[in-house]
């Protein structure tokens, strides 16, 4: 790891943006109002943490230097505001007497933190302390506004501080140098206060209007509605997805237990009744941290029966995983195997498996709780392939589609048994297998065993289910070591690939190999469906019913160029969970926009072209990673898999290797070179290493940024 030459502390973020050691800025003030001196390298609003008086650096001269004086005072200002607007909202969460801005002032309060954070380490700044001196009146005079009477005003001084913030950014990075260090920073600034003020005003809207808000909790007035199930936005989704359908008919199959809907209804009903008995209310949160099985599909619906809010969890998350997601959620009820991995004070919550199986059993039917369509009704985490996961809330009124594509795209009918290779709590099965299949009265097959090729092929067999979810990734696997006969021979109909990019050698090899059709999808955490899908025969992916999509770059689109696309989908999510920024950038116009990139095709399809940071510019040519590991990597004797990063060599000039895993003969090796040589000078791989196996997340999604970090660690 590189160190900074001037003060030695480790440049973690180095790649996040141009930096400047802070460690030696001279840290003495006094206020011109009342006198009193403080040390700190940066105050609330450069205000005294006494009176608010103006303060003035006591030092005289300093040892930075003339050029890095500007960004040392950029970063300065950057520190105060942020502090600013954290003791703001630490202060307007104690003071405030309104339950839902106390949980939302406080996760604002945190996101300051968090980003001052990011600031101390690139900048090499001790985060400083919160002034107890701080008042709401501080923070009014710097809004040019009058102190808050009510929650309404609290509310009205937050957006007002937030837009301060932007104008003052805007205007300061109008005044320096294009491009030099501060006046990157103050763009940066400036659009993530930008952002803030958005999703400030958007809440303002549903706490005036009396919604439910993207942070949980429930409004005063849910009450009423609770006990007016008839209108219009009253519903309960897993009373929904379990309504309609023949009481006898199989729901789900694990092992050797099998339950019927009629069961099913009634074990959800129970398990609501002990999770209300435990005190949960509306809007409260649930993790489910099991393994598949019926008990994750009963304790999951029985918190949403119950009007809470369901979050499935990996029962093999790393600790501080799930320290993380601890903090972050603040869970009511905690379902899992046992307590011991779970820290105090979250322990005292957790109901233990066996515990949850007895309670259930001994419970009372409890009728379902109506919420609003635009209630929280469960947190799926997204797969962290670019980043830190981000919880992604979805609302009540997403399951009134979630049967569509599955019936009109992949032909799921009733009765028919559905098998998926990833775990529930990952949103490409909980769409698919969960919601998809009990909104379409099909039999949903579970298996508590993690996947490998050899256990999939073998509940395959065991089970025989008629459709199979499952991942590029573990299809080539399976090809790779003679299992996709046997997908064939238990009576599959059709299989599904989603996840990650599907090839087009893959698929052919699959269909060769098996005969199946294979559909290809593309959904996300966000949409949960497969709102983009290609059957064979197709152009391209081609929008799903009920979903509109449009190019985001019009100009782009038209011309064949790349462009991210705007999803519009009845499946949308709320938004994320303390993340103003991710917010800002994927939910656009009222759609939701990722952050891949696609093509379109001469049939009106799309085609995927990488996310946006698969395209990187080598000698100055653009080379897109995706279409490049494609080419190289496609129907190769020996090969498993490939994959190409981009990373900088000794001088730290961008460069394009590849990873392979490939058998021991050299037939692999041989070929990728061959073909490398066949290819134009700048798209070249600088190096080709072997490696036993890519790095992958649970779902199969490739983690290329692993791989660079590796590159860089062997080079």
């Not at 005190?279 to 598949?292: F, I, S």
């Not at 959620?329 to 779970?342: C, L």
């Not at 990488?610 to 129907?635: F, H, M, P, Q, T």
Request: hydrophobic letters at 40%; charged letters at 25%; a negative charge.
């Amino acid at each position: 790891m590189m160190r900074c030459p001037k003060c030695h502390q480790p440049l973690e973020d180095q790649d996040e943006g141009l930096y400047i050691c802070c460690a030696e800025a001279p840290i003495e003030w006094q206020c011109q109002d009342c006198g009193k001196i403080s040390e700190g390298f940066a105050f609330p609003y450069g205000a005294c943490p006494q009176c608010g008086g103006r303060l003035d650096l006591r030092t005289a001269g300093s040892a930075v230097q003339t050029a890095e004086a500007a960004t040392m005072n950029a970063v300065r200002t950057a520190f105060e505001i942020e502090l600013g607007g954290r003791a703001f909202y630490q202060r307007a969460a104690a003071e405030c007497e309104d339950e839902t801005l106390r949980a939302l002032f406080g996760r604002f309060a945190v996101m300051e933190g968090e980003h001052m954070e990011t600031l101390s380490r690139r900048y090499h700044v001790g985060v400083p302390t919160p002034s107890e001196e701080f008042s709401l009146r501080t923070a009014a005079v710097y809004a040019d506004a009058e102190p808050p009477q009510n929650a309404a005003d609290l509310f009205k001084l937050a957006i007002a501080l937030e837009k301060r913030a932007v104008a003052f950014f805007s205007a300061r990075a109008a005044t320096v140098v294009p491009d030099s260090p501060e006046h990157q920073l103050y763009q940066e600034l400036a659009a993530e206060e930008r952002e803030h003020a958005q999703l400030l005003t958007a809440e303002f809207a549903r706490w005036r209007g009396q919604l439910p808000g993207l942070f949980g909790g429930e409004v005063a007035t849910m009450a009423a509605r609770t006990a007016a199930p008839g209108t219009d936005t009253a519903m309960n989704a897993a009373e929904l997805l379990l309504a309609g359908h023949d009481a006898n008919s199989l729901a789900l199959e694990c092992g050797d237990e099998r339950i019927t809907y009629g069961q099913l209804r009634d074990r959800v009903a129970r398990a609501a009744a002990v999770w209300k008995a435990r005190g949960l209310r509306p809007g409260d949160r649930v993790a489910v941290k099991l393994n598949d099985g019926i008990d994750w599909v009963v304790c999951w619906l029985g918190t949403i029966w119950a009007g809470g809010v369901a979050v499935g969890v990996n029962p093999r998350i790393p600790a501080p995983e799930w320290e993380y997601i601890l903090d972050e959620a603040g869970f009511n009820v905690i379902v899992a195997e046992s307590a011991e991995d779970t820290p105090e004070p979250w322990r005292e919550r957790v109901i233990t498996l066996e515990e949850g199986q007895r309670a259930v059993a001994a419970a009372a039917l409890e009728a379902p709780v109506q919420m609003n369509e635009d209630s929280p009704m469960f947190w799926v985490h997204s797969s962290g392939t670019s980043g830190r996961p981000k919880a992604v809330v979805h609302a009540h009124r997403c399951v009134r589609e979630s049967g569509r594509i599955s019936a009109e795209r992949i032909g799921m009918r009733p009765g028919d048994r559905l098998f998926a290779s990833s775990k529930l709590f990952f949103a490409y099965p909980l769409a698919n297998l969960l919601l998809g299949g009990l909104r379409n009265g099909a039999t949903l097959i579970l298996d508590p065993t993690w996947p490998t090729p050899q256990i999939v092929a073998e509940a395959v067999i065991r089970t025989r289910p008629n459709i199979l979810f499952s991942v590029p990734s573990l299809y080539r696997y399976m090809l790779h070591e003679g299992l996709a006969s046997q997908v064939t021979a238990a009576g599959v109909r059709c299989c599904v690939s989603a996840g990650e990019a599907l090839p087009a050698s893959l698929r052919q090899a699959w269909s060769k190999a098996t005969g199946l059709p294979m559909i290809d999808g593309y959904g996300a955490s966000e949409v949960l469906v497969l709102v983009m899908t290609e059957i064979e025969g197709e152009d391209g992916l081609h929008t799903s019913p009920g979903t509109i999509i449009t190019p985001l770059d019009p100009e782009a689109a038209d011309a064949g160029g790349p462009t991210r696309l705007l999803v519009c989908s009845p499946m949308q999510a709320l938004g994320y969970l303390d993340r103003p920024a991710a917010q800002a950038d994927s939910f656009r116009q009222g759609c939701f926009c990722p952050a891949d990139l696609f093509s379109r095709t001469p049939g009106g399809g799309w085609r995927f072209g990488g996310r946006e940071d698969s395209l990187v510019k080598i000698k100055g040519r653009w080379v897109n990673l995706v279409e490049l590991e494609e080419r190289l990597g496609a129907n190769v004797p020996g090969l498993r898999e490939a994959a190409v990063v981009c990373a900088p060599d000794a001088h730290g000039i961008d460069e394009v290797g590849l990873f392979y895993s490939g058998s021991d003969d050299g037939r692999a090796l041989r070929e990728l070179e061959a073909r490398i040589a066949a290819l134009p000078k700048y798209q070249r791989p600088a190096w080709l290493r072997p490696i036993d196996a890519l790095p992958r997340t649970a779902t199969g999604k490739l983690l290329r940024r692993a791989l660079v970090e590796h590159a860089l660690y062997t080079s």
